[in-house]
């Protein structure tokens, strides 16, 4: 007997908005299958007003409601039979966060969890990141997004530590990321995970994710942290058009994959970290399973 649903999870991050679409697939003494049956991907760049301003800015509030309706009409043609959206650090610590969520659940009809950096970890810890920890060794999971940045230490197969810092990309491109927020950052990173004599790192996020797709890796190798330095290097000596001519980068991935990859190396750094292993998840992974798994509550639509 084969089942199959479909679920979608709509991630409001600082940089972009996502709806991911996936089909459940449920069959009799067979674990239960997700497959990523579509992703949209709008570069609204909420930060940028919310962390200078404070406050979404007129014109991104009504990108966000025409965003939010294509959402919904997407959602309604894939028939999809349950949904979720959350919204971090931006949405989050905007004046009109609030009163943009209620705006979005009158006109558009979707409803927005506004949520924590500890409960976006705890969500994207519940995707298929255990499959890639071996329990025999020692991880410091890094999911760089464009307000905040998750921690997450691994040991033998459990979280011994976990801390969200309001280092993120759209953040580090306004500079409005004080010292003292990186020496925390630093101080955390190496007073948890000194006590391991090896340990290796995970990243999730956007940026990642292209630089692995650039390097040619095949999937379940590592980076190196030699690699990631060159490429980093590589990257200052290009100006912002010549990264998106040159470099074929999107001109929402240009200037912010500069910073995301200077927070991997200083989590490699202080870490001692050699190597950074790229799984291929987010929010948007964990949201869908969260709904599968009723650990948080979903919506029918």
């Keep these: 007997m084969l089942n199959i649903k479909k679920y979608a999870a709509i991630d409001i991050g600082s940089n972009a908005v996502r709806l991911l679409i996936s089909s459940i697939v449920e069959q009799k003494d067979q674990p239960v299958k997700f497959k990523k049956t579509s ?18 800015s007129e014109e991104n509030k009504v990108r966000m409601l025409d965003t939010m309706t294509a959402f919904k009409l997407l ?3 894939h028939k999809i039979v349950k949904y979720k959206a959350c919204a971090t650090s931006a949405m989050r610590e905007a004046d009109n966060g609030k009163e943009m969520a209620k705006l979005i659940s009158k006109k558009a009809n979707i409803d927005i969890d506004i949520i924590e950096g500890e409960e976006e970890a705890a969500i994207i810890a519940a995707t298929d990141l255990h499959s890639y920890i071996k329990e025999d060794k020692t ?18 197969g459990k979280t011994v530590a976990s801390k969200s810092f309001k280092i993120g990309t759209v953040r580090l491109l306004n500079d409005i990321v004080k010292k003292g927020t990186w020496l925390e950052l630093e101080e955390w990173i190496k007073t948890n995970t000194k006590r391991y004599d090896t340990i290796d790192l995970i990243g999730s996020g956007g940026n990642i994710n292209k630089i692995f797709k650039i390097s040619g890796k095949s999937m379940g190798k590592p980076l190196t942290y030699f690699y990631l330095t060159s490429y980093y290097n590589k990257l200052q000596t290009y100006s912002y058009e010549e990264r998106i001519t040159e470099l074929d980068l999107n001109q929402d991935r240009a200037d912010v994959i500069i910073p995301a990859t200077r927070i991997y190396l200083s989590a490699m750094k202080w870490s001692g970290a050699k190597d950074i292993y790229v799984p291929k998840i987010g929010l948007s992974d964990g949201i869908i399973k969260s709904i599968y798994y009723e650990t948080v509550s979903s919506v029918d639509l």
């Design 39 to 56: 992703l949209v991907r709008v570069p609204i760049r909420l930060g940028a007003d919310v962390f200078l301003n404070g406050v979404i």
């Design 139 to 156: 991880y410091l999971y890094v999911d760089v997004g464009g307000g905040s940045t998750e921690f997450s230490i691994f040991h033998l």
């Design 75 to 77: 959602m309604k043609s």
